[in-house]
């Protein structure tokens, strides 16, 4: 088996490929080792010092540390993930998805009934045009909600605490959906 990394815009994170699919809908984030509990491989992940976040997506890992050196947390991580695939054991256990907040099609998020054409056209440029750029960088971004022209949106996996995610947010994303859904006038993360 060949696990490929990335190095993210975010240096805290890094992104792991196992070249298989690692959650067939959704994402997951899990910001502790108690969450990870449902998740034998993020609970693998986590049995090593200095992890603060694994995030799975469809077929990529993304991992965040603290204050210990990629050089010394990338070998073992590899051989975590190594380890579990070879070892057969799911990646979420039976009825795991169900306790955890998986982030798949955005939810509904908050809005008004009366927004919902406008909330669907955010949904879209969203899914179809931000999404798949940040998953690239082992990253998500998810619709929380629409109200008076602002759009709430949280950041996942390397998009959360990244340096460079306001800049993504206020030039990237703001501009594309004024583009495309002229009602959006700011962009806030919760």
């Known amino acids: 088996m060949f696990i490929q990394t990335e ?3 975010n240096p805290a994170t890094l992104k792991f490929i196992p070249g298989q699919v690692v959650l067939v809908r959704g994402a997951v984030h899990f910001s502790n080792a108690k969450e990870a509990g449902i998740s034998p491989l993020a609970s693998r992940i986590f049995s090593i010092s200095g992890i603060v976040s694994v995030y799975l997506g469809y077929d990529f890992i993304t991992v965040a540390k603290d204050k210990y050196d990629w050089e010394q947390l990338k070998p073992l991580i590899l051989g975590v993930i190594m380890e579990h695939f070879m070892s057969g054991d799911p990646i979420i256990s039976n009825g795991g998805l169900d306790a955890v ?3 798949d099609d955005f939810g509904e998020g908050d ?3 009366s927004d919902s054409v406008i909330v669907q056209k955010i949904k879209d440029v969203l899914d179809n045009r931000v999404r798949p750029a940040v998953a690239r960088d082992g990253g998500d971004i998810v619709f929380k909600g ?9 950041m996942m996996g390397a998009c959360s ?5 306001t800049e993504t947010l206020k030039y990237g994303v703001i501009n594309l959906l004024n583009h495309f859904v002229p009602e959006v006038k700011d962009i806030r993360t919760v």
């Open 146 to 154: 629409y109200r008076d022209g602002i759009v709430f949106l949280s």
């Open 161 to 165: 605490g990244c340096p460079s995610a």
């Open 7 to 9: 190095y993210t815009p």
């Open 111 to 113: 809005f008004s009934e």
């Open 101 to 103: 907040n998986v982030n």
